[in-house]
């Protein structure tokens, strides 16, 4: 089957509906050729509007915590708005339930901020961390991908990454809770087992790129760090 670009075009819009779980409206024109709007000299075509960023005015800025027993969950900028669900089509309601559930199950407190400064899996924790009481952060893409971090290490040094994000399972996510407060309190931490596809990448790379860029669109570097209440 050849490979062009009316076919990758088509697939991006049929994955855009399964993200956005409808049909994905046409884009808006940007183009105001000649200072007349909407009448274009075709030099403008094929450009789109700049997504609109969601407002968080009236949100309150996270504070860095104080409880060492608190392990703060960084959560990207689309997560639970323009994202919903994982890559793999799990809730994202389910899936940070079960990491707050996996802390608590080992005695330690969950708090989630939304970082909207970064679309980085490994800033997110990293940014996470260093507001923990424990010191000790999770980092969780809207499309699945995790990490578990530590406040006083580099961004990509982490302790814990999970990027398989297709294969994961909400079980996994609750691991992922558990074994983060288990570094709070200095307990051995045995590795997650997880599945292996070799052919994962293949599958979802279409996917994995345009919820990529979703999030993206949404990462604004002049917002504070905020409290998520509605996770």
């Not at 089957?1 to 409808?22: F, P, R, S, Y």
């Not at 307990?187 to 994962?200: F, L, T, W, Y």
Request: aromatic content about 4%; charged content about 25%; overall charge neutral.
């Amino acid at each position: 089957m050849e490979i062009n670009e009316q076919l990758i075009e088509q697939i991006a819009k049929i994955v855009l509906e399964q993200i956005n779980g409808k049909p994905e409206p046409a884009a808006a024109s940007t183009c105001t050729c000649g200072g007349q709007p909407g009448k274009c000299n075709g030099s403008c075509a094929g450009k789109k509007s700049p997504a609109v960023k969601t407002s968080y005015e009236g949100y309150a800025p996270a504070k860095k915590g104080t409880d060492p027993k608190e392990v703060v969950v960084g959560v990207g900028p689309a997560f639970q708005k323009e994202i919903r669900n994982t890559i793999n089509g799990l809730n994202l309601d389910d899936v940070i339930g079960n990491i707050k559930a996996g802390i608590e199950e080992e005695g330690m407190v969950p708090r989630v901020v939304k970082v909207l400064k970064t679309s980085d899996v490994c800033f997110m924790g990293l940014e996470a961390a260093k507001i923990s009481g424990s010191g000790i952060g999770i980092g969780l893409q809207s499309k699945g991908t995790a990490v578990i971090h530590q406040k006083d290490l580099y961004p990509l040094s982490n302790l814990e990454l999970f990027p398989q994000a297709p294969l994961m399972t909400l079980e996994t996510y609750r691991a992922i809770g558990k074994n983060a407060a288990k570094y709070v309190k200095g307990e051995k931490v045995s590795p997650i087992e997880g599945q292996n596809d070799p052919m994962v990448r293949a599958k979802y790379q279409v996917k994995a790129a345009l919820m990529h860029i979703k999030e993206t669109e949404q990462v604004d570097v002049s917002r504070p760090i905020i409290e998520w209440t509605e996770a």
